[in-house]
């Protein structure tokens, strides 16, 4: 078992260096669009599903609530946590649905979309990047190697190169966490 434990670490030691070397830019230039939306009056709007659901709730409330410092609450939602209008969606319009209709009432020009997928394939996640790019939200995706394509339908993305779930989603609340600190010491 120790060993095991031994490989499990090093594969996720061995994803974060592959994310420094292939998303250093791609990760400063996230940092730079949210703060400029933030600066300006804009929200950090979150959305994924399962562990990306949870990961986009986990980062909204680290900027409204705090993340390393007491100050001022950051605008920032997850589109995951009204059950309300995710169930009345998804009856009425369908699950692709659930995410494009809510940007579509909540989002303005200002506003940055954060969208977390590990595959890249999610339908609603797709439907939630076009409904930005009609509304002239910019938009970020967070994937792995299979949403390469996804990814080049945004202004910005992080794409980890695995195909592994657990090591995706690991490589992409580092990056959610290192967008919340950068985002508390650049503004406060």
């Known amino acids: ?12 030691i061995l994803t974060k260096e592959k994310l420094i070397a292939l998303n250093l830019y ?15 009056g804009g929200k950090v709007i979150f959305c ?3 562990g990306s659901a949870a990961d986009s709730q986990h980062l909204a409330t680290e900027l409204v609530v705090r993340f390393k410092k007491n100050r001022k609450s950051l605008s920032a939602i997850a589109l995951t946590t009204n059950t309300s209008a ?7 319009f369908g699950f692709d649905a659930i995410f494009s209709r809510q940007l579509e009432a909540l989002a303005n020009k200002k506003d ?3 969208a977390i997928t590990t595959s890249g394939k ?3 996640i797709v439907e939630v990047i076009k409904k930005a790019k009609q509304l002239g939200v910019q938009s970020i995706l967070f994937t792995g190697a299979k949403g390469k394509a996804l990814a080049k339908k945004c202004t910005a993305a992080i794409v980890v190169p695995e195909k592994d779930t657990a090591l995706i989603q690991e490589a992409h ?6 967008l ?6 650049e503004i406060f």
Not at 180 to 185: A, D, H, K, T, V
């Open 180 to 185: 919340c600190e950068l985002i508390e010491e």
């Open 122 to 124: 999610s339908k609603n």
């Open 26 to 40: 791609d990760i400063e230039k996230i940092v730079k669009l949210c703060i400029k939306s933030l600066r300006h």
């Open 1 to 12: 078992m120790k060993n095991k434990i031994i490989n499990l670490i090093e594969k996720s």
């Open 112 to 114: 940055i979309l954060v």
């Open 86 to 92: 995710l169930t009345a969606i998804g009856n009425d």
């Open 48 to 50: 994924g599903n399962g």
């Open 173 to 178: 609340i580092c990056v959610g966490h290192i």
